[in-house]
């Protein structure tokens, strides 16, 4: 009964692939972000998705792009991996915008 | 540019004793301040928050200070337990008290916490 599920936990692909990440939630959540990890442990918002809505969407190079099917999927979708997109990629989500958001147990990305 | 500034990037406190942790922030703005606990190869866990109309929230072993004038707040754990061992994380927002959050949390970059039995 895992409240925030990421498949896969582990990614192991070569530059220039195009690779999905997948998130769902059964908290009945309205809001579901995305967050990168990066090496020097900064985690940082890319995504927010509101009713199935993008209400944020940082600095993030086009390759990404979030895709929500219904309020309970948020997937991530990357085009033309590149060696710095290697890090640990968050999902989560929040009932309101504001409130307290509940994280996955992340998908580790690695380029080689 | 760091907005959220957690400098101690470890502390080790003996079991049953204080643990304090620390997070400076440098947006004026931001009006929601939350602490996460993150253990090894798992997402961060929510623990405690506070709202910049308060100053102090308790919720049992865990008390988060707010000092506004410093823009500085601290979670106080105790007494500490061996499990307590994880990353903490201080987060904050803009848009709590502004009528309007889009939930962009802003994180620090952590300190590791070890409990020694």
């Known amino acids: 009964d895992t409240a925030v599920s990421q498949t896969p936990k582990y990614l192991v692909t070569q530059m220039g692939n195009d690779k999905s990440i997948k998130c769902e939630q059964n908290?009945?959540?309205?809001?579901m972000y995305w967050y990168k990890q990066d090496s020097k442990k900064f985690l940082k918002i890319m995504f927010s998705?509101?009713?199935?809505?993008?209400?944020i969407n940082e600095t993030v190079p086009n390759r990404f792009s979030p895709k929500s099917p219904d309020k309970a999927h948020l997937n991530l979708h990357i085009n033309s991996l590149e060696l710095g997109d290697s890090a640990v990629y968050f999902c989560?989500?929040?009932?309101?915008?504001?409130?307290?958001?509940?994280f996955g147990d992340g998908t580790r990305l690695s380029i080689l | 540019d760091q907005q959220v500034k957690q400098n101690s990037p470890s502390l080790s406190v003996q079991e049953g004793r204080i643990s304090i942790l620390n997070c400076d922030y440098t947006?004026?703005?931001?009006?929601?301040f939350l602490w996460y606990k993150k253990y090894p190869a798992e997402g961060p866990t929510f623990l405690i928050s506070?709202?910049?109309?308060?100053d102090k929230n308790e919720d049992g072993r865990f008390t988060v200070f707010l000092n506004k004038s410093a823009k500085h707040l601290s979670l106080h754990i105790v007494p500490s337990q061996p499990g307590d061992s994880a990353v903490y994380f201080c987060a904050a927002s803009v848009g709590l008290n502004y009528g309007g959050s889009q939930g962009n949390l802003i994180f620090g970059k952590g300190t590791k916490l070890s409990v020694k039995p």
């Open positions: 998705y509101n009713n199935k809505e993008l209400i």
């Open positions: 947006n004026s703005m931001f009006d929601y």
């Open positions: 989560a989500s929040s009932k309101e915008a504001w409130q307290p958001q509940h």
């Open positions: 908290l009945g959540h309205d809001t």
């Open positions: 506070i709202s910049s109309i308060k």
